[in-house]
C-alpha cells in the first residue's frame, strides 16, 4: 500500500512496491487521456530549495496533467526561509495547503528530517550530492522501455559519482536485482561514497569494477550512464576546474561501444557528452526526460492512493 | 601502586579501554559532581595491558548505549554496602541519538538544529554507524 507514504530513498519500497508504479507509468504512457483527470481537487507543493528545471518542470507537469493544481516555490528566496524559518515549520505549514510535496533541497537528508514532521507524502525531489529517486524511477522506465527489464545487464557509471546523487539511488535501486553487474568510472577524488560501495554493492555481492578509463570497458556494458561534474558541490574551485573535463563521450569513443549500448544521462549536460553524439541512436537521455514525468504521475497517483 | 578506596553505594565503571576514561568522565559530567569520583588512568589489566576505571560514590543514571558504543568490553558494576550487586553487560548499539553529530558539512544537521541526531549500526566489529540523513559514516570510537 503507497497511500500516504514518502519516497525519500530507493529503500524505502520494496520490489513489488516499485512494480505497481511501473506498471501504472506504462499504462499512462499508453494512455495518457485516461488519466488527465486522476488528480482533480488535489495539490502538488513544489519545494525547491535548489534550482531545478526537469525536475521542477516535469513533476509540475505531471500533476498538471493529472488535473491537479500546484503550488511552490522555485527558489528559497521566495519563501519564508529568507525570513529564517526552518525546513520543518516550512512543511508543516504547507500542509496545511497540499496534499503531496515534492522537495529539492542542497543538504544532504533534508527531506528525510523534514518527513519526520508531517503526515502528508513527501517525495525527495534530490537532496545535495546524496539521493535523487524519482530519477531513479525515470531511468528504470527508460531502461524497461529499452530492454524490457533491469535484470541481467552491465551498467556504466560515469563522472562524478561521488556527488552524483542520480547514480546513488539507481544503484541501490538496482543492487535489488538479480545478474546486475556495475562498472564505476571515475577520477579516483569522485568514486562512489563508501555507503554505497559497502553497505549496498559489497553487501549485495554484486561484481563492480572501479576503473578510470572508458574506452576499455564500453563494449562490456549494456548501458552507459553518464553524469555531470557538479560545480555546486565542490568546496574549491580549483578541484572543479581539474577534474570537470576528465570524461567527455564523442563519437569516436562511441565506437567502442556495442550497436545495443544505450546512453543515459540525467541532465543537464555541461561538456561530458559531446553534441554530436545527439543523433546516434542509442542516446536515450533525451527520451529519459518525458519519461520522467509519466513516471512521476504514476508515482503522484499512487501515493495519493488513487489506483 | 596507586590506591583509590573502594566505594559504599555507587557505580564502578571498569576495563575502558585506555585512552576512552577521561570521554566517558566528560560525557557523565562528573567534572561537575558533588560527591567522591575517581578516574584511574592506564591501570594495569592482566587482560588489556592497561585499562582505565571510573568509581563514582553515587548512584547516577548512566546511558549504557554510550558505554556501549565507546567500548562494549568495559563493564559497570552497580555497588551496594561495599559489594558488587549487579553487572551490567554492554552491547553495541544497534541505534544512537544525540551521542554523535554528524561532520559531514553537507548533512541537513549541519544547518537545522532542533531535531535529534540518529545513527545506525553498520559493523558491530569496527563499530562503524550511518548518520540516519545523509548516509555517512563514521567510526566514532576506533577499536584500535
Redesign the interface.
Known sequence: MLKNRCLIDPSDFTREEFREIFDLAHQIVADPEKYSKSCEGKILATLFYEPSTRTRFSFEAAMLRLGGKVIGFSEPNSSSTAKGE???DTLRTIECYADIAAMR??????P??AS?YIKMPLINAG????QHPTQTLTDILTIERLRGGVENKTYGFCGDLKFGRTVHSLVKFLSNYEGVKFIFISPEELRV???IR??VVKKKGIPFMEVDQMEPYMGQLDFLYMTRVQRE?F?NEEDYIRLKDRFILDPEKMTYARPDTYILHPLPRVNEISPEVDSDPRAQYFNQAKNGMYVRMALICKLLGIY | MLEINSIEKGIVIDHIKAGYGMTVFNYLHLDKAEYNVALIMNAYSEKMGKKDIIKINNVIDINYDFLGLIDPNATVNIIENGKTVKKVKLEVPEKVINIIHCK?????????H??DHVFHL?DKEKRSY????????VIPYPTK
Open positions: 526552518s525546513i520543518a533541497h542542497p543538504k544532504e537528508g533534508a528525510r528530517m519526520h537532496d545535495g550530492g546524496h561514497p563508501e555507503y559497502e553497505e558541490r568546496f | 559531514n558539512p553537507r548533512c541537513v544537521t549541519s544547518v537545522e532542533y531535531f553498520v550511518r548518520c540516519e540523513y545523509c548516509d555517512d559514516i
